[in-house]
């Protein structure tokens, strides 16, 4: 990989799209701000009902943006990894993709690093900006004496309150689960996003009978797995563990094989 290849991919994408990079940016921060607008909607009702800003402070419910926040982005992300190739909806937009002069690898890093590192970005910017937005708008119609930062605890979603290794493998499950958005994605360019969700929701229905099915099965024949399970929970860990791992690797790899692949024209993509 050479850096000045990787940059002209860079300003060449930024020059195209950049009204689509925009949307997105102002997409995910219209997400992330929800909260915030539904405090905005509490408190002018509550202070239209009850006449009273003390009464409507009282009740308001102004904590957990910290919490709600982060599950914005969360929501947001696998919705946004499903626009990782906009720019190859076209015969003709992707023949301008394949003629950069820059490697495969170059110009599928840069859409990995604007989808996932930019959204982040925007994640962190937005969240310390929403912040600052509750902070002032309960000030000034409450009392700045009320007034509180959002904790900052929740910004990389670790919570001191649960296991780190159930938080790490929720993370991993989380972007595995955004990992197939770009692989279907890199499938098919129109309408992926609908016909993901659509597979998730077939293959959750079929997860759960098969997952209800082995358990049984477990339960019956093998019912030392139940007793000792202090002593396998080590070997749920890894398994678990390994299977997102697995998932990831799948999923990226296989959508590099079709981007590489993206100039010609399938039945799902003319």
Known sequence: MKLDRFMNVARYNFAINRAQYVK????????????????????VWLIGATQSTEMAFAISPLTGMNRYV???????????CGYMFHNLLTKQSRIKELTLPATNGEKFL????????????????????IDLLQFLYVGIIYDFAHAEW????????????????LQAIMLLAWFAFS???????????RHNVLWTGLFHV????????LFG?????????????ITNFEVNKTVIKVGITAFFLLIIALCWWQSYRLYCRAQITTLRNR
């Open 24 to 43: 997105m940016a102002l997409a995910l921060f219209l997400i992330m701000s929800l909260p915030f607008l539904k405090l905005v909607m509490n408190t």
């Open 70 to 80: 982060p599950i914005c982005f969360v929501v947001a992300l696998p919705v946004l």
């Open 110 to 129: 840069f859409h990995a690093l604007v989808t996932l590192g930019g959204s982040f970005l925007v994640y962190v910017v937005g969240y310390f900006l």
């Open 150 to 165: 959002i904790p900052y605890n929740g910004i990389f979603f670790f919570d001191n309150s649960d296991s780190y290794w």
């Open 179 to 189: 990992s197939t958005f770009v692989l279907g994605n890199a499938l098919k360019y």
């Open 202 to 209: 077939a293959f959750g229905f079929v997860s759960m009978l």
């Open 213 to 225: 099915i082995c358990t049984s099965i477990i339960v019956v024949h093998v019912p030392d797995w």
